[in-house]
């Protein structure tokens, strides 16, 4: 196979990777800030992704450090897309009018 769709086919494998993992930690921060018991939420969240991301940066390597490189800057460019798509879409207002003053 042609070494740069070898290292295309990483880049794409790591977006996704990034997705899996961000997207999960997005959704598990939503559903464990709403359980009784978060705390599992979260390990066991963490424990997947880690094992999903691990295991797959295992087979995008093989080996061959460029394509790794490659799949962790994928990695690492879908936590900015996750981070864009899941974060608040406007700022703040900030309204001095509702200040609390505990002290003179």
Do not use: D
């Amino acid at each position: 196979m042609n070494e740069t769709l070898t290292l295309a086919l990483a880049l794409v494998a790591g977006v996704g990777l990034g997705a899996i993992f961000f997207g999960g930690l997005w959704w598990t921060v939503r559903k464990g800030l709403a359980s009784k018991q978060p705390a599992l939420w979260f390990f066991c969240s963490l424990l997947l992704r880690m094992s999903i991301v691990l295991a797959g940066l295992y087979f995008v390597g093989l080996g061959h450090w460029p394509r790794l490189v490659i799949c962790l800057l994928g990695f690492v460019l879908a936590r900015f897309v996750v981070q864009y798509l899941t974060g608040p879409r406007s700022k703040p207002q900030h309204c001095p009018a509702l200040e609390v003053h505990h002290a003179p």
